[in-house]
T-cell receptor
């Protein structure tokens, strides 16, 4: 079993839809949770960073962490074609990052 | 802030040659930098962790004599792929951890270097 599980998709939604992306993990020592966005042939860009449990909102993006269920989510409201990318969850206990496989998202105009 | 650059962005070389990739943190000091490789449609695979002024720590299965890492300053790390072969063709990405955020796990990524070995 992988330490971090993420559905690779692909996920296709119409413009304006609410997108929900999720990851589960098995290591209870993880305290730092991140979501990265990666466009094709580019490096990952940090979208959201959360420490421990709770919610964090930044514009159209909301990150949720539920440590009791070992489950994290990223919500994208009013999705735009420019949101089309691969979204990677990543987590850490303070050392190296452990990545999910990445979910490929396509937002259709 | 938190910008990481990589050079070159793309390189094509002949089999048997060595290729050096540079990773720089432009607006912060990075005591730790990381090197990843990524195959198409796959996630990032950590190759090694490099700390300024000390030897890199390689992940299991990564040949340290083939992938030479040097972290000579707080803003520069280099990865040299020695005697490159076609199977080394991949997307290489570095990341850096801000010295002031050492315990947070947060990493900032470079734009990546696409290596093609003919």
């Amino acid at each position: 079993q992988k330490e971090v599980e993420q559905d690779p998709g692909p996920l296709s939604v119409p413009e304006g839809a609410i997108v929900s992306l999720n990851c589960t993990y098995s290591n209870s020592a993880f305290q730092y949770f991140m979501w990265y966005r990666q466009y094709s042939r580019k490096g990952p860009e940090l979208l959201m960073y959360t420490y421990s449990s709770g919610n964090k909102e930044d514009g159209r993006f909301t990150a949720q962490v539920d440590k009791s269920s070992k489950y994290i989510s990223l919500f994208i409201r009013d999705s735009q074609p420019s949101d089309s990318a691969t979204y990677l969850c990543a987590m850490s206990a303070g050392g190296k990052l452990i990545f999910g496989q990445g979910t490929e998202l396509s937002v259709k105009p | 802030g938190a910008v990481v650059s990589q050079h070159p962005s793309r390189v094509i070389c002949k089999s048997g040659t060595s290729v050096k990739i540079e990773c720089r943190s432009l607006d912060f000091q990075a005591t730790t930098m990381f090197w990843y490789r990524q195959f198409p449609k796959q996630s990032l695979m950590l190759m090694a962790t490099s700390n300024e002024g000390s030897k890199a720590t390689y992940e299991q299965g990564v040949e340290k004599d083939k992938f030479l890492i040097n972290h000579a300053s707080l803003t520069l790390s280099t990865l040299t792929v020695t005697s490159a072969h076609p199977e080394d063709s991949s997307f290489y990405i570095c990341s850096a951890r801000d010295r002031g955020l050492a315990g947070s796990g947060e990493q900032f990524f470079g734009p990546g270097t696409r290596l093609t070995v003919l």
